[in-house]
């Protein structure tokens, strides 16, 4: 079945850091992947998703590129906000969620 | 729209006790979806249901665990009896047809089983 590999957390930036949270899957054909985040007290969301390969996922200025070639769809945000902390889910279309990564980030 | 309703928020019950979650998808959202989380890992899908007929269990303890979708509305997901390891957050998610729509998760019950 499928699986999802999620880089280890928590990780701490300071305000307007580049942010990269790396994402692999294995998995039978081409699914749809997806990003999920859950802010402090809330529910998990959708963030962003890719329906097939090279697909490019954007949302609230972060962007996802699906990859078949490494079976990645890593999340990057150019400049982190304080309202960004929140722990991110990589998930496929087969109900496979990575394990999430906590993200803090200080003024 | 109003959200995915979850009941209870919260529930402790001592081991070999049974419990029941209650939730109400989305209106007009065809998947309901339940996910147990536990503390410091990803949501793991327990059951999928396309209206009121389920599409898959495969991860579902069916000797504890059971759930049923009445007139493809209302769910509910019930263990009896339950184990110190079923401690965790029960998710309820709908969405509008299958799981490469955007599912809309619920608050959650946190279950602590002492």
């Known amino acids: 079945g499928d699986s999802v590999t999620q880089m280890e957390g928590p990780v701490t930036l300071s305000e307007e850091a580049f942010l990269t949270i790396n994402c692999t899957y294995t998995?039978?054909?081409?699914?749809?992947l997806f990003w999920y985040v859950q802010y402090p007290g809330e529910g998990l969301q959708l963030l962003l998703k890719a329906t097939k390969a090279d697909d490019k996922g954007s949302n609230k200025g972060f962007e996802a590129t699906y990859r078949k070639e490494t079976t990645s769809f890593h999340l990057e945000k150019g400049s982190v906000q304080v309202s960004d902390s929140a722990v991110y889910f990589c998930a496929t279309e087969k109900l496979v969620f990575g394990k999430g990564m906590k993200l803090t980030v200080n003024p | 729209e109003a959200g995915v309703a979850q009941s209870p928020r919260y529930k402790i019950i001592e081991k070999r006790q049974s419990v029941a979650f209650w939730c109400n998808p989305i209106s007009g959202h065809a998947t309901l979806y339940w996910y147990q989380q536990i503390l410091g890992q990803g949501p793991k899908l327990l059951i999928q249901f396309q209206n009121n007929g389920v599409v898959d269990d495969s991860q579902l303890p069916k000797d504890r665990f059971s759930a049923e979708r009445l007139k493809g509305v209302d769910s509910t997901l019930k263990i009896q009896p339950a184990k110190l390891e079923d401690s965790a957050v029960y998710l309820c998610a709908s969405s509008s047809h299958g799981p490469t729509y955007e599912q809309y998760f619920g608050p959650g019950t946190r279950l602590t089983v002492t």
């Open positions: 998995a039978t054909g081409y699914p749809s």
